[in-house]
């Protein structure tokens, strides 16, 4: 009996597969993504883009963390789902700056703070803001209307597949 139960054991392991999932198995690319170039705060590119859209941007309480050998940085994020869903809004910071002081070992120093800077997508360094949409049809007419907003220099499409660093826009 115990022969027959270790052989079963044995066997079902034997057959057993192992299976490795990568994270680009969790990108999904059925989104667009709008790179913005603004000098407005985050606050008011959500408040320009709710007035001129259907949508309802709000800022999440958790902001986006990422850390790296600079610090820990945080990138304003704010959120919009509509009831049924089927769509998604996300704008967020593409820039974030970490004031720290300089440890100086007990040596007076006039600058004591360093100011450090982190992309959320360090590809596009120069972009402002990210807006990642799902399921919108109409991404041009979209993208046209965020570039008629006030105080926007320019908007447009950035390839989701072209992106190094995808796995900082998993929100």
């Known amino acids: 009996m115990y022969?027959?139960?270790?052989?079963?054991?044995?066997?079902?392991?034997?057959?057993?597969?192992?299976?490795?999932?990568s994270i680009d198995e969790f990108c999904d690319d059925d989104y667009a993504l709008v790179a913005i170039h603004t000098s407005l705060e985050p606050y008011r590119?959500?408040?320009?883009?709710n007035?001129?859209?259907?949508?309802?941007?709000?800022?999440?309480?958790?902001?986006?963390t990422i850390k790296n050998e600079n610090g820990t940085f945080f990138f304003d994020h704010y959120f919009w789902e509509?009831?049924?869903?089927t769509e998604r809004w996300d704008l967020v910071s593409n820039y974030s700056e970490l004031d720290q002081?300089?440890?100086?070992?007990?040596?007076?120093?006039i600058f004591s703070n360093v100011a450090r800077a982190a992309y959320l997508l360090p590809e596009t360094k120069?972009?402002?803001?990210?807006?990642?949409?799902?399921?919108?049809?109409?991404?041009?007419?979209?993208?046209?209307?965020?570039?008629?907003l006030d105080r926007i220099t320019t908007s447009y499409i950035?390839?989701?597949?072209?992106?190094?660093?995808?796995s900082n826009l998993i929100f």
């Open 3 to 21: 022969f027959a139960i270790c052989s079963i054991f044995t066997a079902v392991f034997t057959y057993m597969a192992i299976y490795k999932l």
């Open 45 to 49: 590119l959500a408040y320009q883009i």
């Open 51 to 64: 007035k001129n859209f259907p949508v309802f941007l709000q800022l999440k309480s958790k902001p986006i």
């Open 82 to 85: 509509d009831e049924s869903q």
């Open 101 to 109: 002081p300089i440890s100086d070992n007990g040596n007076s120093m």
């Open 126 to 148: 120069k972009v402002d803001y990210l807006l990642k949409i799902f399921e919108n049809e109409n991404i041009d007419r979209v993208l046209s209307g965020i570039s008629a």
């Open 158 to 166: 950035i390839e989701p597949g072209k992106i190094k660093s995808k």
